[in-house]
Structure formats: C-alpha cells, structure tokens
C-alpha cells in the first residue's frame, strides 16, 4: 500500500488519476467519457457519462460474488428486544421486492420519494428500494416536527412518503402518521402515496386514500430489477441546517457518493469486506446514510443499525454488548454518547462485562471530540480513539487519522491530517483570500475541486449553492468551521463561523429557533445561543424581549416558548430555556452581540465591543443567567 503522504499529495496533484484507480472498486454498467468535468467552475462534475446503480453495488454485486449468505445489515433493538439478520442474499430479495412496491404506486427514475422512520431495517430497506429504482430518496430525522417536515415536501416535491407508525424512544411511543398527516396539511405540494409500515406497537389509521400499507403492497408486488443510472444523477437529497429557519438540500450523486465511500472503508476506517462495521448514529443523518447504509454495504462488510440510546436501553454497558455480540471491529459514534456512558458509569465497570477481543478502533464525529472523553474512552477501551471532521456537505471525513495508511500519532483535540482529496487551506476572514500562518485561526476551506461524493449542489438551488459556499472565497468551499493548522499539518476544528449549533450530534440553526421565538405573540425580539453543557456539548438558550404592556407571569410565557419550538421544530432541538430580559446587547449599528452573551453564560472572559450601545445591558444579562443557574464571572 501506498503511503499517505504519497496518496495524499497524487490526489492534489492529479485528482484525476487518483479518483479513476478508487472508482475500479465499483462496477459501472457504462465507463465514464470524463473522470472530472471542470469546465464551469464552481459546479464540477464527477464521472460524468458513466452509469451505474448503487443499489447493485451495495448488495446484488456482492451475491455475486460470493457473499450471499454473509450478514448484509444485523438490526439490533434494545427498544423491542429484537436482533435480527439479513444476509446479503436475503436483504437482496428484500429491497428488490419493495422496489417493486414503489414502481407499483407509479414512483420511478427522478421521482422524490420522502422517508421519515425510525430505525428500523426498512428505512435501510427503503432507501436502497429508491436507488434501485433511480429514485431520489430525502430522509428526515424522526425528531422533527410537522413544521419541519413540511418544508422539505414542499422543496423536495416528492411524489410518496414512507413512513413507520411509530418511533419509540424510552418512556414513549411517538405516532408518526399524525405527524405526517399534519406536515401535508401544512404542505403546498400534496405527494400522492404515503406508504406505511405497521409496527406492532402503534398501528396507524389508514383511511386517506393515498395511504396504504407496506406489507400488503410488497406482497402484491414484483421484485424489480437495478436500473442502471447516470453518475451525475441524484442518489438522495439530505435537508441540513443553514443559517435560517429553511434547510438546505444537499444533493450527493450515485458515482462519486459510491467511489469515495467505499475508498473510505479502508482507508480512513481500515475496514475489510467480510468485517463488521457499527455506526452508532441514526439513517436520518449522514452519518447514518453514510456510515450505517451505503459505505459498509458498497465494501461487502456487515453494517449494524441500532435501535436504543447509549444509556438506559437498559444500561451504559449496552454498546460494549453490542459490539462483543456481532463481533464488531470499528465503532463510530459522536463524543456525546461517550459522555452519556461516563456519566453513568464513570469507572467503566459494565466493560468487564464483556469480550471486547475483536474490537480494533472507535471513531468519533459530528461535534468537537473533547479531550477528557477522548482519554477516558482511551483508557477504559484500550483502544485507538479516532476524532474525524466532516460534514453533511461532504457525506464523508475532511480531516481524519486514516488508519487505513498506518495511524498517525494522536494530538488531543485535532482530528488529524486532511484526508486525500482535500486541500485544506485557513484563509483571513477580514479579507476573503488571505492565507493565514500555520498556528493562527481563519475560516477554514477546501481548494476546489472537492473529492467525490461532496455536494454538486443544493437542490434545484444553483445560486443558493454559490451563495453559501462558493462566493465568499472564489476558488474555495467554504466549510463554515473556523479553525488552524499546526506546525505539523494537524488540523484544528474551533467553532462555527455561521449560526449553527450542535445539540448531542445533531446540527441545529439558532436562527431557526429565533425565527419561531419571534412569532410568539408577546415577543418583541429575541437571540438564541448555544452554550456549553457537560452532556450534549451544547444546547440552545434563548433570550427574550417581551412587547411593551405584557405584563403576564414570565413562567407561563418561557413555557409556551418552549413548547413552541417544541412544536415546531421537534423535540431534537432539546430547547428547554428561554431567560426574559429588559433589552439584548447590541452595537451601534443593530447587531446582537451573541458571542458575547455566549461568553458570559459559558462563565469565559469576553470584551465588550466598543461598539456596544448601552455597557449596561451586559450586567442585567448576567445577574438572569447567574439567577438561572450559569457559572457566570
Ligand atoms: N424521534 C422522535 N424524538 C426523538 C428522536 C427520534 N428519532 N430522537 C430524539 N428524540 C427526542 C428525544 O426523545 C428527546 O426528547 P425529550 O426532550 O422528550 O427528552 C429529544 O428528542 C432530544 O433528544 P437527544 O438530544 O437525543 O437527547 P436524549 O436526552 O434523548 O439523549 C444522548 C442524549 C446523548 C443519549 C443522545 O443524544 C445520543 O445517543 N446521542 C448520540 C449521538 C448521535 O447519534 N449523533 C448523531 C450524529 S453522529
Ligand atoms: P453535520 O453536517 O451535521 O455532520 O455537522 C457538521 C458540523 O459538525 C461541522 O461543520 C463541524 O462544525 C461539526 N463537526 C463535525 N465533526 C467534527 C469534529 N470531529 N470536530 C469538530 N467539529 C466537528
């Protein structure tokens, strides 16, 4: 095998080469006429004139050749106490049968199709059905609301959802189909199938004639073949947070999505086909659509989708039977999870419990790995601790100690090198181009043109594209993370450059939640903010104005706030406090000083800007979080 530092520079050197020896490693129906169109900058264009299907390279190849009877997808689900295993043969049939099912409601090659279930082996089993069929899946996370979930109807247009009955989380069950029924209330565009699968806890009514259910079309249905599909065409539309209440649909391709995934494999994860691979996330994320579903499937390994929560499902020793039951080699999971089981069992004892012999590495992302985590998870495992960086954007890690190669030493709150096919330049924020010296903080960007797999675009929104990632830097993506590069190349990840804050692993828009805040009635303005929390690594506080002449209790008005956001957002924006103030902080020219706010409840020093309106202000936002129990200076 080649050397890092030898991949790494052919694939700034000529991305070109590099790219066409991984794509060997997936089988096109029609070889490409242009590994990379460039000719339209920023919109760039990998393996273009190729065909393929990912469907057939995550499961039909892999019968094929030879893995048939080797597990496809184990479902492990501490929340009904179910493990079931599908082999690659069996799981084949399976998504062959429901693609079926969704020609039979009329739903083919372009068409949307929505996916909101909970983790079950069916929302596996649906997306894979969709790239079959040269369908465009856009799966949302079952902790959003209706709201939420009608704004991505109404931009995806999709022609079907499919849904489960119920999620369950500890304690409850959660009715989808009301959820669903409200977002298409709520929608402009009216998809014409809702496709249900009934799970034994909750059975959902049926009655609008749209609706009908999984089990008895796949019965009524033909397996249907792969249809062979462009590179360049759509794999999947995944809804992200932007800097407003409106997400953006990242797009990601069918060819380059599958080369760099299975590329990943082993050379950031150095992982084997035959090996079993968990990804402790959920299919509503990318980490899910990456990591649990296409990546092990397309390198022929067994992937492991995990219905329960790290803790309490029923203990913090669940992971560790997890991973000693299915012979699992590499874990990955966010940082937050790990802090969940530190948190209740902090000497690690429910590890002895286990056989963990098989288990080689755990990999960390979807949020700043903390130091203390990352060492007491080296510590009590006894195993290699990987931090990666990476974003829905890419749909796979930007910076990673790619183990495949040989791991690299580990420096505490760096996710390593950058990984072969990005070139990783921290650029002035003042001035757009500058490069800053090696220790120093800018915003961090990638040189075009980004590796395979990395968003073409947002969907239909060309000009939204560019705005958000291409116009601020000419030349460069812009990743919205500020961060350095050592002395060593290592790379640091700081902060958000934009609004957007991470609750447990989960990327969340402030914005949004002001945006809701603000449409409260006693409300006359409002800044929301995520500050530390020893758990989720942030959650969101907001700060409210109240209109001139309320005078009803505080309580009752923090209250409605929260279940507002509750309503429309989800649950998942875990947005539990809303603090009253006289006035918010703000410069001169209007601007609300949110790091400064930040800073003062995270209990940091912070400069008043000296263009604050009124100093004044910042001591009344002291005593209110002092009061409401923050470590404030
Ligand atoms: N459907 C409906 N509701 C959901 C949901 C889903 N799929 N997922 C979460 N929720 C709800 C939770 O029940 C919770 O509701 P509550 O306010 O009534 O308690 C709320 O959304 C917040 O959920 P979460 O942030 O997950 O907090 P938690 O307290 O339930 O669990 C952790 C905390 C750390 C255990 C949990 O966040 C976790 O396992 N994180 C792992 C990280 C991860 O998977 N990240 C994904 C990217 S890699
Ligand atoms: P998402 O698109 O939900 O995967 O979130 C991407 C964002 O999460 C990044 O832009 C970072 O802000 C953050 N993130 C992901 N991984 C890491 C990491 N390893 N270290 C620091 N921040 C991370």
């Not at 893995?67 to 082999?87: C, E, H, W």
């Not at 079959?132 to 022609?159: M, Q, W, Y």
């Not at 007491?376 to 931090?387: E, F, H, N, R, S």
């Not at 104005?545 to 706030?561: F, H, Y």
Request: with cysteine; glycine share 8%; proline share 7%.
């Amino acid at each position: 095998m080649t050397s890092y530092e030898q991949d790494y520079q052919q694939s700034l050197k000529d991305p070109e080469a590099f790219w066409s020896k991984a794509a060997e490693g997936i089988s096109w129906s029609k070889p490409w006429d242009r590994v990379l169109n460039s000719d339209n900058p920023p919109f760039y264009r990998w393996f273009e004139g190729a065909e393929m299907n990912t469907c057939y390279n995550c499961l039909d190849r892999h019968v094929e050749e030879g893995r048939g009877d080797q597990n496809a997808l184990i479902y492990d689900s501490p929340m009904t106490g179910q493990v079931v295993k599908f082999t690659y043969r069996e799981f084949t049939d399976i998504v062959a049968r429901f693609a079926g099912a969704l020609a039979s409601r009329g739903i083919k090659k372009g068409d949307r199709v929505l996916i909101y279930m909970p983790m079950v082996p069916e929302a596996a089993v649906a997306m894979l059905a969709c790239a079959r069929i040269g369908a465009i899946h856009s799966v949302v996370f079952g902790g959003f609301a209706p709201k939420e979930l009608a704004t991505r109807i109404d931009d995806a247009k999709p022609v079907a959802i499919v849904a489960a009955s119920c999620g369950l989380e500890p304690g409850r069950t959660i009715a989808y189909k009301p959820l669903i029924d409200d977002a298409i209330n709520l929608s402009t565009h009216k998809p014409s199938s809702c496709i249900v699968l009934q799970r034994p806890e909750c059975a959902a009514d049926l009655s609008e004639e749209r609706d009908c259910d999984w089990q008895e079309l796949v019965a009524a249905a033909e397996p249907a073949p792969c249809v062979p599909v462009a590179a360049t065409d759509p794999l999947y539309i995944l809804y992200t947070s932007g800097t407003t209440g409106i997400p953006k649909g990242v797009v990601r391709d069918n060819g380059g999505h599958a080369v760099a995934l299975r590329w990943s494999m082993k050379h950031v994860y150095d992982i084997n086909p035959g090996e079993v691979f968990w990804a402790a996330s959920d299919v509503g994320w990318v980490v899910g659509h990456s990591y649990i579903v296409y990546a092990p499937l397309l390198h022929g390994c067994t992937t492991i989708l995990y219905e329960g929560k790290p803790v309490g499902t029923p203990d913090a020793g669940v992971f560790w039977r997890v991973i000693q039951d299915h012979k699992v080699k590499a874990l990955f999971t966010a940082p937050t999870a790990f802090r969940a089981i530190r948190q209740q069992d902090p000497e690690g004892k429910l590890i002895a419990d286990y056989d963990l012999s098989q288990f080689v590495t755990l990999f960390l992302a979807g949020e700043r790995a903390d130091p203390d985590t990352i060492i007491w998870a080296q510590d009590q495992l006894q195993v290699p601790v990987i931090d990666h960086w990476w974003q829905t954007e890419t749909g796979w890690a930007i910076g990673a100690n790619c183990m495949g190669y040989g791991m690299k030493p580990v420096k505490l709150g760096s996710p390593t090198l950058p990984v072969p096919g990005y070139d990783i330049r921290i650029i002035d924020e003042k001035d757009g181009k500058t490069e800053m010296a090696r220790g120093e903080i800018g915003v961090i960007a990638v040189k075009l043109p980004l590796p395979p797999s990395s968003l073409p675009t947002l969907w239909q929104n060309d000009e939204g594209f560019v705005r958000s990632y291409m116009a601020d830097i000419p030349g460069y993506y812009k990743t919205g993370d500020a961060g350095y590069i050592d002395e060593d190349g290592y790379l640091f990840i700081m902060a958000r450059t934009d609004d957007i804050i991470n609750v447990a692993g989960h990327r969340l828009s402030t914005g949004g939640m002001e945006e809701v805040l603000a449409g409260h009635p006693d409300v006359a303005e409002s800044a929301v903010m995520g500050v530390q929390d020893q758990l989720k690594g942030q959650i969101p506080v907001g700060f409210v104005v109240l209109n001139a002449g309320v005078n009803r209790p505080e309580e009752e008005i923090q209250k409605e706030l929260v279940a507002l956001v509750r309503e429309k957002i989800g649950p998942v924006a875990a947005f539990k406090i809303a603090l009253v103030v006289k006035r918010l902080p703000k410069t001169r020219s209007g601007k609300i000083l949110r790091a400064v706010m930040r800073k003062i409840a995270d209990g940091e020093p912070y400069n008043a800007p000296a263009t604050i309106d009124d100093p004044a202000i910042l001591t009344e936002i002291t005593e209110v979080l002092a009061k409401a129990g923050y470590p404030v200076k």
